[in-house]
Nanobody
């Protein structure tokens, strides 16, 4: 099992940027596929972005964030990032990172390891 801790959330105006970080411990970080998900009040958890294991050459994004968000990983720092630009009020949610050694997937059901989440609030 790997433990995940997110940081970097906060309050930002529409059009602004934030970078989320998720630090992992307790596992061989480079072998894990990683994902970012978000959950707004009253809504189901939804896929944001995913990055493959090892070099992270493979990435995937939800249509709603394509071109605005970028997922990346630094295996030397056991960290996955989510750079969020051109933020919109509808991006407001708790953002979670997730990891699994078996998958590169957009479904939260495919991930076994989750962080506690970090709040992102975008004001209009």
């Amino acid at each position: 099992q790997v433990q995940l801790v997110e940081s970097g959330g906060g309050l930002v105006q529409a059009g602004g940027s934030l970078r989320l970080s998720c630090v992992a411990s307790g596992g061989t970080f480079s072998r894990y596929g990683l994902g970012w998900f978000r959950q707004a009040p009253g809504k189901e958890r939804e896929f944001v972005a995913a990055i493959g294991a090892w070099s992270g050459a493979r990435t995937d994004y939800a249509d709603s964030v394509q071109g605005r968000f970028t997922i990346s990983r630094d295996n030397a720092k056991n960290t996955v990032y989510l750079q969020m630009n051109s933020l919109k009020p509808e991006d407001t949610a708790i953002y979670y990172c997730a990891a699994d050694a078996r998958t590169f997937a957009s479904s939260p059901d495919e991930y076994d390891n989750w962080g506690q989440g970090t709040q992102v609030t975008v004001s209009s």
